[in-house]
């Protein structure tokens, strides 16, 4: 059993850039949600993505969006880069939707010049 | 709207000591809480949430609804205990999960 992986790592971009952020979920997994950890606080949900449809959202622009696969991985693309980004993006992966165990990736550290 | 509350960013407690991290939260209805750890150099992981009822590494957490609470527990802390500690809720049938900012456990020898 394969957990969740991320990548990058780490990434660096400018301000106005655009970014796309990937995650494979733990085997057998059919939903991946996405969130951001600002420095100091906890994870704020962006979104989630269930059987490749959106199933829910945070309050986040338009500017971040996501995509998920039939394999059940996933993409978090942001637009219009700002400084504020500048973030830990976690996704999370579980079995289903609503109150499930979310198995969390080591995330990728966006940074915002 | 939903919020979930840790009011200590920081808590120290000597090995062997009782220890006990707040989370206090906010829901129109029946949320699901759960507590998750992250070790150092480790990524997040759930520690328990409280449908199972259950202890998880000496930790027990009761949700008392009335004072909408949710606080974690552990008689005697010991060293490995030493992490950042998350309460989370969600709804029973949503997609969104909200989280506190965190609690910091050191457990000093």
């Known amino acids: 059993e394969t957990g969740v992986t991320q990548s990058p790592t780490h990434l660096i971009k400018t301000r106005g850039q655009q970014v796309t952020l990937r995650c494979s979920s733990q085997s057998g997994h059919n939903t991946v949600s996405w969130y951001q950890q600002a420095l100091g606080q906890g994870p704020q949900f962006i979104f989630q993505y269930y059987r490749e449809e959106e199933n829910g959202r945070g309050n986040f622009p338009p500017r971040f969006s996501g995509l998920q696969f039939p394999n059940y991985s996933s993409e978090l693309n942001v637009n219009a880069l700002e400084l504020d980004d500048s973030a830990l993006y976690l996704c999370a992966s579980s079995l289903g939707t609503g109150t499930r165990i979310q198995y969390f990736g080591a995330g990728t550290r966006l940074s915002v010049l | 709207a939903q919020r979930v509350t840790q009011p200590e960013k920081l808590l120290s407690v000597f090995k062997g000591a009782p220890v006990e991290l707040k989370c206090n939260y906010s829901?129109?209805?029946?949320?699901?809480l759960f507590w998750y750890v992250q070790y150092s150099r480790q990524r997040l992981q759930l520690l328990l949430r409280h449908i199972s009822r259950e202890s998880i590494k000496g930790f027990t957490a009761d949700l008392n609804k009335g004072e909408t609470s949710f606080h974690l527990k552990k008689p005697f802390a010991q060293e490995e205990d030493s992490a950042m500690y998350y309460c989370a809720l969600s709804g029973p049938s949503e997609g969104k999960s909200t989280f506190g900012d965190g609690t910091t456990l050191t457990v000093k020898p």
């Open positions: 829901y129109s209805g029946s949320p699901e």
